[in-house]
Nanobody, 116 residues
Framework: QVQLVESGGGLVQPGASLRLSCAASGFTFSSYDVGWYRQAPGKERELVARIYSYGRYTYYADSVKGRFTISRDNGKNTVYLQMNSLKPEDTAVYYC?????????WGPGTQFTVSS
């Protein structure tokens, strides 16, 4: 059974750091490109960061470039999103996505809020 499970959400203050994790199971994780998306209230889901299979290439949205770092551990079937210098506008539900060819999997999402 294919599963992606995000964790690490919560409430943090502006300027804080937080790491999200996404644990995958049920498919050959190392072959998949994996991304983090987010959806804030009233807004469309947007791509935040993506890491390609075997971790050679990464992509970041301009809004998070320099603050967020995506990484993966294929041995643990896990992808991480290290988030630094958090801003209130980073508040959203964060989703993990894994894609390969016609296969596309999503996690249920994890909420975190940046607020003082």
């Amino acid at each position: 059974q294919v599963q992606l499970v995000e964790s690490g959400g919560g409430l943090v203050q502006p300027g804080a750091s937080l790491r999200l994790s996404c644990a995958a199971s049920g498919f050959t994780f190392s072959s998949y490109d994996v991304g983090w998306y987010r959806q804030a209230p009233g807004k469309e889901r947007e791509l935040v960061a993506r890491i390609y299979s075997y971790g050679r290439y990464t992509y970041y949205a301009d809004s998070v470039k320099g603050r967020f770092t995506i990484s993966r551990d294929n041995g643990k079937n896990t992808v991480y999103l290290q988030m630094n210098s958090l801003k209130p506008e980073d508040t959203a539900v964060y989703y993990c996505n894994a894609g390969y060819s016609t296969y596309d999997y999503w996690g249920p999402g994890t909420q975190f809020t940046v607020s003082s």
